[in-house]
C-alpha cells in the first residue's frame, strides 16, 4: 500500500500570509495527487487534482505542484475562509489512502 | 445533479454489526465506484473501502476481515457492514465517488452520518 505522509500536522498564519503543507508519498505516484479542504462540521471539498489542477470554482490563491514522491498545495494571501483541513489523497492505486492532514489556524 | 446520502443508526452496541446505507442519485452505480470514508472526531480521514462500477471490492487491509460492502443498482445503493464494533470504531461515515479524471478525484461527498459506539 501506498502511504501518504503530511506537513505539518498544524500551521498557524495570519490573513495575507502565503503557507505551503507538503506531500511525500511512500513511492512514485507519478503525479497523481489530489488535494482535500475540510472545514468543521462539513465533508471534504475536492480543490487540486492530478497534483496541479484546480478544481472548477475553487479560487487561484490554491496551487498545487510536485512529482513523483514530493507534492505540494501552496495557499497565497490567506482568506478568513482558508482556515481549514487539508488532506493529500494517492490518487494512483488501491487502497486510496489519505494523509494524515493539516490544520491550519489563524494566528 | 450528482448526490449521495448514508443512512443508518447514530448508536451501535459494542461488539455489534454496523449496517449503513448510501443512496445515490444523478448516475448510475454501474458506472462509477463509490468508496466509504470514516473520520474519528477530531482525527483525520480514512479510506475504508470501495466499490467499483463492476461490482468489484477492494477494502483497507486493516478493515478488511470486519468489512463488507455490497450494492443493489435498481435502488442505486450501495451498502456498508462492519462487524465487532469498537469504540474506536466511533466516526463519522462518508460515501463518496470518484470521477473520470486524472488521479480519479473524490468530488461528490455525502453529508455523512455520525455512528457512535457505546453501550
Known amino acids: 500500500d501506498i502511504q501518504m505522509t503530511q506537513s505539518p500536522t498544524s500551521l498557524a498564519a495570519s490573513v495575507g500570509e502565503s503557507v505551503t503543507i507538503t506531500c511525500l508519498a511512500s513511492?512514485?505516484?507519478?503525479?497523481?495527487l489530489v488535494w482535500y479542504q475540510q472545514k468543521p462540521g462539513k465533508s471534504p471539498q475536492l480543490l487540486i487534482y492530478?497534483?496541479?489542477i484546480l478544481e472548477d470554482g475553487i479560487p487561484s490563491r490554491f496551487s498545487g505542484s510536485g512529482s513523483d514522491t514530493q507534492y505540494s498545495l501552496k495557499i497565497n494571501s490567506l482568506q478568513p475562509e482558508d482556515f481549514a483541513s487539508y488532506y493529500c489523497q494517492n490518487g494512483l492505486s488501491t487502497p486510496r489512502t489519505f494523509g494524515g492532514g493539516t490544520k491550519l489556524e489563524l494566528k | 445533479q450528482v448526490q449521495l446520502k448514508e443512512s443508518g443508526p447514530g448508536l451501535v452496541q459494542p461488539s455489534q454489526t454496523l449496517s449503513l446505507t448510501c443512496t445515490v442519485s444523478g448516475f448510475s452505480l454501474m458506472d462509477y465506484s463509490v468508496h466509504w470514508v470514516r473520520q474519528p472526531p477530531g482525527k483525520g480521514l480514512e479510506w475504508m473501502g470501495r466499490m467499483k462500477y463492476d461490482g468489484d471490492t477492494y477494502y483497507n487491509s486493516a478493515l478488511k476481515s470486519r468489512l463488507s460492502i455490497s450494492r443493489d443498482t435498481s435502488k442505486s445503493q450501495v451498502f456498508l457492514k462492519m462487524n465487532s464494533l469498537q469504540t474506536e470504531d466511533t466516526a463519522i461515515y462518508y460515501c463518496?465517488?470518484?470521477?473520470?479524471?486524472?488521479?480519479?478525484?473524490?468530488?461528490?461527498w455525502g453529508q455523512g452520518t455520525l455512528v457512535t459506539v457505546s453501550s
Open positions: 463518496t465517488r470518484d470521477r473520470s479524471d486524472y488521479s480519479s478525484p473524490f468530488a461528490y
Open positions: 513511492e512514485d505516484i507519478y503525479g497523481s
Open positions: 492530478g497534483a496541479t
